[in-house]
């Protein structure tokens, strides 16, 4: 079982769709969560840090729930420039052991 | 401020040749690391390091060497190529691991070993 899986999509969404994505990890000794955006043949982004509380930056909302040990994502009033892959980031014991997801690809379509 | 660059872009190896994959920071990060991003597949760190002088095995070492001589640079070693190494390989850098914490990445450099 590979340790963060994310469905890989692709979802293809039209403008102004909200979509939700979801990343499930496999220790539950993980301590800390974030999601990163890729756009294609590109290098890795910080989108966001996902707290226990949840939390919220413009129209991307992240979710954790340790108890089931998955992270969501949800993208609001999606717009073209949203058309991405979304990588789900889970460290395991520090910020030097990082394992990422292999990606959630998204299209938004005029 | 160019943020992180590598060095070179793109590489065509001969199963056996060697060659060094450099990546440069000039945001005075203390942290450097190498990843690898093969498809269907998430990043997998390779090696890091967590200050000038020192290094450290990641999740996939094998087949790899690294050092940090200096703080600004940190050099990928590929002694003697294989095409199970083919891949895309980033480096990224980071002030520090606490939070609020992220990682830098440099543009990666497509290697594709024959």
């Known amino acids: 079982r590979k340790e963060v899986e994310q469905d890989p999509g692709p979802f293809n969404v039209p403008e102004g769709a909200t979509v939700a994505f979801n990343c499930t990890y496999s220790n539950s000794a993980s301590q800390s969560f974030f999601w990163y955006r890729q756009d294609c043949r590109k290098e890795p982004k910080l989108l966001m840090s996902v707290y226990s509380s949840g939390n919220e930056d413009g129209r991307f909302t992240a979710q954790l729930n340790r108890a089931s040990q998955y992270i969501s994502l949800l993208i609001r009033d999606s717009k073209l420039s949203d058309s991405a892959t979304y990588l789900c980031?889970?460290?395991?014991?520090?910020?030097?052991?990082?394992?990422f997801g292999a990606g959630t690809r998204l299209t938004v379509k005029p | 401020n160019a943020g992180v660059t590598q060095t070179p872009k793109f590489r065509v190896l001969k199963t056996g040749q060697s060659m060094t994959l450099l990546c440069a920071q000039d945001?005075?990060?203390?942290?450097m690391y190498w990843y690898r991003q093969d498809p269907g597949m998430g990043l997998r760190l390779i090696h890091y390091s967590v200050g000038e002088g020192t290094t450290a095995k990641g999740e996939v070492p094998d087949g790899y060497n690294v050092s940090r001589l200096k703080k600004q640079n940190f050099l990928l070693g590929l002694e003697s190529a294989a095409p199970s190494q083919t891949s895309v390989y980033f480096c990224?850098?980071?002030?520090?691991?606490?939070?609020?914490?992220?990682?830098?990445f440099g543009p990666g450099t497509r290697l594709t070993v024959t």
């Open positions: 945001m005075n990060h203390e942290y």
């Open positions: 990224a850098s980071s002030y520090r691991t606490d939070d609020p914490y992220e990682q830098y």
């Open positions: 980031v889970v460290t395991l014991y520090n910020n030097n052991d990082m394992r």
